[in-house]
């Protein structure tokens, strides 16, 4: 069993946290806003693969209160990225390993450079959870976090994966961190921008409108060209399959209830969106790259203006 | 002098009447919600090319108490045009020509199968007009007309441009209709479809974002590839150069006030914006003759789920 911390307790955190310390791990919650209706109440999951009620989760306002752990979970919102290293160092020591469970592009990297030596992994949740009163946490939909490691390290990727042995979660790996990098931004740059450039509509709405289904199978296509520029340069033989990721992502959303990504809700609540690691980056990137990704730019000029009124 | 009637007197209606009435022609206003106001209050025009004051217009509740005319120029709502027809009838005799002061592709066409033998115009403002209170129109920046013919007579052409030469307006003409018609969407479109997206910015906003005046280039370019192929179908020899739409729309936009376009207060104040004419139809034409118009399909496809939660 590991010592677990999750840093950044949102949707996102609670669940795996909790799916974590339901398989036993021994699991630390950094809480800020929460934490007095969690220490009253618990922290409560309802989901579609079974509920969890944690009614005395352990719980901290600080990491230093948590101290060194096996496995630090950052699943902050990409928007407090600043944060995260003084959130996630005191929680760090050599026999730390972090797995960044959270959007966006080059947030590794970003990790690396902060806590050189310690190893870095990535999950890419594909899932649907949205937030409830304090303490609650709703699972729609979906689930599965899918590890890979900073390095592509076939070992390493395996002790990654390993963790959630025990857990209720699926755990598919990916040999190229960087490709799934790019393959998420598939479904997150066409549903959480096209869903706020909508007014605040439901996936299903997207799915539903030709013209915009259209635009997010153009928008996928996009990515994937700029992803595979991007493995190219850094000399990796990993490749994204535009026909199949289109086919899979669509698939997958097409059985989707209705739903509300993150970006959606966060602008519709006036929230601050992840406008920098959804759009921002890998548009920067692919300009770097010179592939043209005009819808993808676009979007993100539209997404860009709509966060200016809202913040 | 020339008897003309107005049909649709909202700010264009008004303001190009009201500039026909100040050079000697006897105008006829149709007015439905704004009548009482006007008929106590007069026509008030703020023009940056000088005020006109018409006390007391020549209005009417219906187009019969107006009967047959020089001149009908029907500057309906294009979300109004299942009305033109009745409200035109009753101006148009052996006499009439119509001219067209609305935004939209096609419209032209609907106007000659309605009246065959009466001789169809087209008059494609550049200009930047409010309405403000009822019977006052706040004219902010530019004025020009462009007039053309649904045939692309010259010397019908130059009849239509006669009318106005004693008007404070400018009015160039085109040779070929269906040209100038794309030409004007290469501003609407961008323009109405990206402050809407926005929520409801003005053009400077557009201007001012790069990838917004990236996407804004993009779908002139589309609609001048679209418009190319429809005048080739067409048999027409014109063609529009994109480069020079891009240069000539840039500039005209980046030296005007902060402006709102009609379609985004339409979209701040509920009311229905002129989506089909605007968006879905050349949409529609370019899909009939293949023109590929990803960033055209992407807009219409946000701006009709927009316009749904809207109506």
Redesign the interface.
């Known amino acids: 069993m590991s010592r677990i911390a999750v840093i950044g307790a949102g949707a996102v955190g609670c669940y795996y946290g909790a799916r974590l310390a339901e398989a036993g791990h021994e699991v630390h919650f950094l809480l800020r806003s929460t934490y007095d209706a969690v220490a009253e109440s618990g922290l409560h999951i309802e989901s579609v693969d079974g509920d969890i009620d944690l009614d005395a989760p352990a719980i901290a306002r600080t990491s230093r209160e948590i101290g060194a752990a096996d496995w630090v979970i950052c699943a902050l919102k990409a928007t407090a990225m600043d944060e995260a290293r003084d959130l996630i160092a005191p929680c760090v020591d050599e026999r730390t390993s972090i797995l960044a469970l959270m959007n966006g592009l080059g947030i590794e990297d970003q990790l690396a450079s902060w806590f050189p030596g310690t190893p870095i992994f990535a999950g890419l949740g594909f899932t649907c959870i949205n937030r409830g009163e304090a303490g609650r946490i709703h699972h729609i939909d979906y689930g599965p976090v899918t590890i890979a490691h900073l390095g592509d390290d076939e070992a390493e990727i395996g002790r990654g994966a390993a963790v959630w042995a025990d857990a209720k979660v699926e755990v598919p790996t990916a040999s190229s961190l960087l490709a799934a990098r790019w393959q998420k931004l598939c479904w997150n740059v066409p549903f959480n921008g096209?869903t706020v450039?909508?007014?605040g509509?439901t996936t299903d709405?997207v799915m539903g409108?030709?013209?915009?289904r259209?635009?997010a199978d153009?928008l996928m296509r996009e990515l994937c060209a700029a992803g595979n520029a991007d493995l190219e340069e850094h000399g990796s033989s990993a490749r994204l399959d535009a026909d199949a990721v289109v086919e899979s992502m669509m698939t997958r959303t097409a059985t989707m209830a209705a739903y509300r990504p993150s970006t959606m809700i966060d602008f519709l609540e006036g929230r601050e969106m992840e406008i920098d690691a959804i759009f921002e980056a890998p548009?920067r990137r692919a300009s770097e790259l010179g592939v043209s990704t005009?819808?993808l730019?676009?979007?993100?000029?539209?997404i860009?203006?709509?966060g200016r009124?809202a913040g």
């Open positions: 096209l450039t909508g007014g509509i709405v409108d030709g013209e915009l259209a635009a153009g548009l005009p819808l730019a676009m979007l993100t000029g539209q860009r203006i709509l009124s």
